[in-house]
């Protein structure tokens, strides 16, 4: 079985350019999920997605984040302008269900450096 | 909000130890916990997960507790071996609210042959 795909792994960008990330999630996982993690942290979650519909982007920085899920696949995270504070992993996962006693697998990461 | 803490930040022990790791959590209504490793330049490997109604599971020589009411779990390694040296994270999956995860901020464990 495939895992969670994602690309570009690595990044280095200026501040104030835009930066895509792109996510293909385990067949059939209807859940996705991107987390940031910043170097010495735990992950922290970004957006949540159920099929192509948004559960929760609470800690979504919206002035300079966005993410998109349209068929309910694959998904992009977009940042721009980029600030050097976002230098980080950003990490896509997926679950089959959102609750419940499923685990949730993750990709490898994007890691993405502001200079 | 949930909070979760592990202590220690860093480990090392030498070759064929046993050794536990903590995580700690503030807010006792969590659905499950999970353990996970994370390689250097690599995602995250889930090795245990822990329903609420559990006490603890087993994978190999890896043993995860889980004591719901006092807000702790350990995470047991029997007979250490060098490539066990990852980051180790655990992470909660509260009762209500968001249906994501809440991590610590990982224990780094360095196994020296």
């Known amino acids: 079985e495939a895992g969670v795909a994602q690309s570009p792994r690595y990044k280095i960008i200026e501040k104030r350019q835009s930066v895509a990330f792109w996510c293909n999630p385990i067949s059939g996982h209807a859940t996705l999920y991107w987390y940031q993690q910043i170097l010495g942290q735990g992950p922290k979650l970004l957006i949540q997605f159920q099929n192509n519909g948004v559960v929760d982007d609470s800690q979504l920085p919206k002035d300079r984040f966005s993410a998109e899920r349209l068929k309910g696949v694959d998904s992009t995270l977009k940042i721009q302008p980029a600030k050097l504070e976002d230098s980080a992993v950003y990490l896509c996962?997926?679950?089959?269900?959102?609750?419940?006693?499923?685990?949730?697998?993750f990709g490898e990461g994007s890691w993405l450096t502001v200079v | 909000k949930q909070e979760v803490t592990q202590i220690p930040a860093a480990l090392s022990v030498p070759e064929g130890e046993n050794l536990v790791l903590n995580c700690s959590f503030t807010d006792s209504a969590i659905y499950n916990l999970q353990w996970f490793r994370q390689d250097p330049g690599k995602g995250l490997t889930s090795l245990l997960l822990?329903?609420?109604?559990?006490r603890e599971q087993t994978s190999g020589r890896l043993n995860a507790s889980l004591d719901k009411s006092s807000g702790r779990s350990t995470l047991y390694i029997a007979a250490s071996q060098p490539g066990d040296s990852a980051t180790y994270l655990c992470?909660?999956?509260?009762?209500?609210?968001?249906?994501?995860?809440?991590f610590g901020t990982g224990t780094r464990l360095t196994v020296i042959p």
């Open positions: 996962a997926s679950s089959s269900q959102p609750i419940g006693g499923n685990t949730i697998y």
């Open positions: 992470a909660v999956r509260p009762q209500t609210g968001a249906n994501n995860l809440f």
């Open positions: 822990i329903q609420s109604s559990q």
